[in-house]
């Protein structure tokens, strides 16, 4: 046991000692509970970037023309998905805004099943990274204002995320991936 010396004056000396058992067991117990939260923490994260679309990677050389991006503007009782190249606008679609309510006592969350429809129609028909050997995705950029709640914008980037596609690998193999990557607009 660890002992500690107080010192003791003329009278007696006193030596007093601490039990650092309890301490070890807290400090084990801490130690297992931050790896656990760090295993769960990297294993529910969503691909996104805060890349500029067509900033990243090549310049002028490269792309002649801006892609196209959908931009998924979250308003109070509806969506706008619009399909922008550039600054010119191709489409727009307005989607309802009808949370489902998912979970059990306690923990519910909010999905947008009819905005993950939506997304994922829009994609369809006008997503430009969709054969298999393009393992790039197409680009979707989130805006909304500071008062939208934290689980409106986790369903809003579930509703984002729900469109997947198969790609090729190098090694011949096939792979599921998002058809979008998500992105925050900065206002």
């Known amino acids: 046991m660890a002992g500690v010396d107080v010192g003791g004056g003329e009278r007696r000396a006193r030596n007093s000692e601490i039990n650092m058992i309890p301490f070890i067991d807290l400090l084990m117990v801490t130690i297992a509970f931050l790896l656990i939260t760090a295993v769960w923490v990297t294993s529910s994260r969503l691909k996104t970037s805060a890349d500029v679309p067509a900033a990243a990677g090549c310049g002028e050389e490269c792309q002649k023309e801006p892609l196209r991006t959908m931009h998924v503007h979250v308003g109070e009782d509806r969506f706008n998905l619009v399909w922008k190249q550039g600054a010119t606008v191709l489409s727009e679609v307005s989607v309802p805004k009808r949370p489902v309510e998912i979970g059990g006592a306690g923990a519910t969350a909010i999905r947008y099943r009819e905005l993950g429809e939506a ?54 193999r096939s792979a599921e991936m998002p058809a979008f990557l998500a992105t925050f607009s900065a206002r």
């Open 119 to 172: 997304i994922r129609r829009e994609w369809e028909r006008s997503g430009e990274h969709r054969a298999p050997s393009d393992r790039r995705a197409d680009q979707a950029v989130l805006h909304s204002d500071n008062k939208t709640p934290f689980r409106e914008l986790v369903a809003v980037l579930d509703a984002i995320n729900a469109p997947r596609r198969t790609v090729l690998l190098e090694d011949g």
